[in-house]
C-alpha cells in the first residue's frame, strides 16, 4: 500500500511551512514594519548584497516582476538604495540603506529567534543533522 498522504515528506514540509508562515506574518509587521514579503526581501537583499533584481528573484524564491515589485517598495520606503548596474546599463544593484540596515538587524533576530521557536523540539544534534538532510535534499531538487 502507498504512504498516506499526510505522511508524505512533501505534505508535511508544505503543513510545517503554512504553519509557520501563517505565525510569521502577524509578527513581521510587528516587529518590523514590513509586511512579510517585503521583509523577506529586505533580509535576501542585506545577507546577499550587493544583488541584481534578478538575484534577488533567485534567492527569493520570486519570479522577476514580483522581486522587482517588491524592491520599488523597499526603495519608496527608504530601506533600499537601487543604483545602475556597473557591467549592465539596462540591470540595477539593489543594496541596504543604513535606516535598511537597522530593520534588517531587527528582523534577522526575529528570524533567530523564530527559528528556535519552531525547531526547539529538537536537540542540537538533530537540529545538525535536520539541516545536512535539507541541504542535501535542497542540492538534489535543483535542477542540473
Request: proline share 5%; with cysteine; aromatic share 4%.
Amino acid at each position: 500500500m502507498p504512504t498516506p498522504l499526510d505522511r508524505t515528506l512533501t505534505y508535511r514540509l508544505h503543513q510545517l511551512h503554512k504553519l509557520t508562515d501563517m505565525d510569521s506574518q502577524s509578527v513581521y509587521p510587528q516587529r518590523t514594519g514590513l509586511s512579510m514579503s517585503d521583509g523577506r526581501c529586505l533580509t535576501t537583499i542585506g545577507t546577499f548584497e550587493p544583488l541584481s533584481v534578478k538575484e534577488l528573484a533567485d534567492k527569493a524564491n520570486l519570479n522577476k516582476g514580483q522581486a522587482s515589485r517588491a524592491a520599488q517598495a523597499l526603495v519608496e520606503q527608504g530601506l533600499v538604495r537601487k543604483a545602475d548596474h556597473p557591467d549592465d546599463g539596462r540591470g540595477v544593484v539593489l543594496t541596504l540603506t543604513p535606516a535598511g540596515r537597522e530593520v534588517f538587524e531587527l528582523a534577522m533576530a526575529m528570524i533567530h529567534q523564530r527559528n528556535k521557536d519552531i525547531f526547539g523540539g529538537l536537540s542540537d544534534k538533530e537540529q545538525s543533522i535536520l539541516s545536512g538532510l535539507l541541504d542535501r535534499l535542497i542540492a538534489h531538487a535543483r535542477p542540473r
